[in-house]
């Protein structure tokens, strides 16, 4: 069984072609970084993956279930999905409410809009300030998220999406508005992740080959509603693929497993 399996599907929206004929398969333990101009449909491939979205056209098969043969509702529960887009469904009513960054992440248990205080017990307790510590912010347990930076945000969402134990955790353009410092202290926590946590698997979508964590396994590029090329990640992310991808030539290096990238000039 596949993680997440993509069948020639296509994604339409008044007239407007978002995926065409993208076929995908993740496998778990794998990491994918997913890249691709503005447009290219990165955000609804993700969207997909999330079981938020079902495809116009082909088949879309998450943990083993197909959909539209499945209640998403539970199936989302074994989903981790954190969107800078989107923020929190709860987020606004929390911030009014002075949650603080633990509540936060026990909302994570019950997937709910507001704190169900009779469903956590110590061990929810317990879990969510583990995690909040293995995203380096377990001193932020007591502190309103409505002031927390963004830094901070970010990761108390990535604890909170690891709250229910996913199978997947889905991070779409996680490091949008984040200053330098706080970038790479996200980047960091989600390396991090990946040896402690060797099962789960992680998609990442982003524009900036900078934020690709070094331990991706696997990349894909997207241009124009489809995919240019997916595989594994030393295959996909070289300057040929690239440059094919954003439309102009791109020189990229790689130092201590991280990429990096520039436009080559005339």
């Excluded at 998220?145 to 604890?159: D, H, P, T």
């Amino acid at each position: 069984m596949h993680v997440v399996e993509l069948e020639d599907v296509g994604v339409g929206v008044v007239g407007k072609t978002l995926l065409s004929g993208v076929d995908w398969q993740v496998d778990f333990g794998e990491h994918w970084a997913v890249l691709g101009p503005n447009g290219a449909g990165k955000t609804t491939l993700l969207s997909l993956a999330a079981a938020v979205r079902h495809p116009t056209r082909g088949a879309v098969t998450v943990l083993g279930h197909r959909l539209g043969r499945v209640d998403v509702r539970e199936l989302r529960r074994h989903i981790g999905l954190v969107a800078a887009s989107q923020g929190l469904v709860d987020e606004g009513l929390l911030e009014e409410e002075g949650a603080t960054a633990l509540t936060m992440v026990l909302t994570g248990h019950t997937g709910t809009s507001a704190p169900i205080w009779e469903l956590y017990g110590d061990a929810e307790r317990d879990r969510a300030l583990r995690l909040l510590g293995d995203l380096g912010c377990k001193d932020l347990a007591d502190r309103p998220f409505a002031v927390c930076s963004q830094g901070e945000r970010a990761r108390i969402r990535v604890a909170r999406a690891l709250m229910s134990d996913p199978a997947i955790l889905l991070l779409d353009e996680p490091f949008a508005g984040l200053d330098f410092p706080a970038r790479e202290d996200l980047i960091g926590a989600v390396e991090d992740l990946a040896s402690t946590r060797p099962v789960l698997t992680t998609v990442i979508v982003t524009h900036h080959l900078e934020e690709v964590p070094a331990t991706t396994t696997h990349a894909m590029l997207m241009k124009d509603a489809r995919v240019l090329a997916a595989g594994p990640v030393d295959e996909v992310l070289t300057p040929p693929m690239l440059s094919e991808c954003f439309g102009r030539s791109i020189q990229v290096d790689r130092l201590s497993g991280r990429w990096y990238a520039r436009a080559v000039r005339p």
